[in-house]
């Protein structure tokens, strides 16, 4: 919601409610394999998230950060755009 290291507060969505952020991250989580729990945005977790590996974070940037990532939609700095 606040931003975090190189990521924009609300990732640059100035229009997105904090309420449409939980569910872009809920859905993000989901995606992953896991549930949001542990201070993520869901209430009511199912189970406990994966634990955390590079290939899982890579499989997870492919299938969506990628999407605007790769391309630099929307402002988002390019995948190893230091500068950026």
Do not use: F, W
């Amino acid at each position: 919601i606040k931003g975090i290291g190189g990521m924009p507060p609300k990732g640059t969505c100035m229009t997105c409610t904090d309420e449409d952020i939980h569910h872009a991250v809920d859905y993000i989580i989901a995606q992953s394999g896991g549930s949001a729990g542990g201070g993520a945005s869901s209430a009511h977790p199912e189970k406990a998230l994966p634990t955390a590996t590079i290939e899982r974070g890579k499989e997870v940037y492919n299938r969506v950060c990628s999407l605007c990532h790769d391309a630099g939609k929307l402002g988002s700095p390019k995948l190893g755009d230091q500068k950026a």
